[in-house]
Nanobody
Framework: QVQLVESGGGLVQPGDSLTLSCASS????????VGWFRQAPGKEREFVTG???????????SYADPVKGRFGIRRDYAKNTVYLQMNSLRPEDSAVYYC????????????????????WGQGAQVTVSS
């Protein structure tokens, strides 16, 4: 079993940066896939970014078009933590952000499918407002 604990959400102004953390405990494997999703009020959950690693090596990464060039995902293998770095935040980025994980490879084309991920964090609220 893997437990995911998210942290780092908050209220920021447009243009600010924020980093979310997704710490895993339990049996996280070295070949590990994490996806970040978000859900705004009244909207469906949407894919933000995802990546597959083996240890500290990144196999592939995918970003949703609205966040390309602004968001980044990385893994600290030693700390069992994956980070979502969000820059140049916009009001439309406001949502509850969820990390999701799988202890097996997820094909690149399937990173955006929430059904691929058996483990989910509790969610972190991000609000971008002036």
């Amino acid at each position: 079993q893997v437990q995911l604990v998210e942290s780092g959400g908050g209220l920021v102004q447009p243009g600010d940066s924020l980093t979310l953390s997704c710490a895993s405990s339990g049996r996280a494997s070295s070949d590990y896939t994490v996806g970040w999703f978000r859900q705004a009020p009244g909207k469906e959950r949407e894919f933000v970014t995802g990546s597959r690693w083996n240890g500290a090596i990144t196999y592939y990464v995918s970003y949703a078009d609205p966040v390309k060039g602004r968001f980044g995902i990385r893994r600290d293998y030693a700390k069992n933590t994956v980070y979502l770095q969000m820059n140049s935040l916009r009001p439309e980025d406001s949502a509850v952000y969820y990390c999701a994980a799988k202890n097996l490879p997820v094909p690149l084309n399937n990173l955006r499918d929430p059904e691929e991920y058996p483990y989910w964090g509790q969610g972190a609220q991000v609000t971008v407002s002036s």
